[in-house]
């Protein structure tokens, strides 16, 4: 089964930006959606944003219009661009399938948002 290893989260202050990374193990060619999920330690893990071999993107609506999914099925990656990042982003944020078929996540890379 593909694992995936997500990188690029930090400290940014309120209205800064990241860019977050996630490299797969194998190919994810045939990976119809692959997602952005986030947990805080108070909440149950969420979905934040989605992206279709056809092109196609989809984003919670607590992101919309300040994220952007991307995904590169050559290099087996996929980028999510965060702007505009408020304290309520602050998580550790995740990359998996959506659905998520193998039930298991990787270490997740922190986002901190503060000021």
């Known amino acids: 089964q593909v694992q995936f290893v997500e990188s690029g989260g930090g400290w940014v202050q309120p209205g800064g930006s990241l860019r977050l990374s996630c490299t797969a193990s194998?190919?994810?060619?045939?990976?119809?959606?692959m997602g952005w999920y986030r947990q805080t330690p108070e909440n149950q893990r969420e979905w934040v944003a989605a992206?279709?071999?056809?092109?196609?993107?989809n984003y919670a609506d607590s992101v919309k219009g300040r994220f952007t999914i991307s995904r590169d099925n050559a290099k087996n990656t996929v980028l999510l661009q965060m702007n505009s990042l408020k304290p309520e982003d602050t998580a550790v944020y995740y990359c998996?399938?959506?659905?998520?078929?193998?039930?298991?996540w990787g270490q997740g890379t922190q986002v901190t948002v503060s000021s």
């Open positions: 998996n399938t959506l659905p998520n078929l193998s039930g298991s």
């Open positions: 194998g190919s994810i060619s045939r990976i119809y959606t």
């Open positions: 992206s279709t071999l056809g092109g196609l993107t």
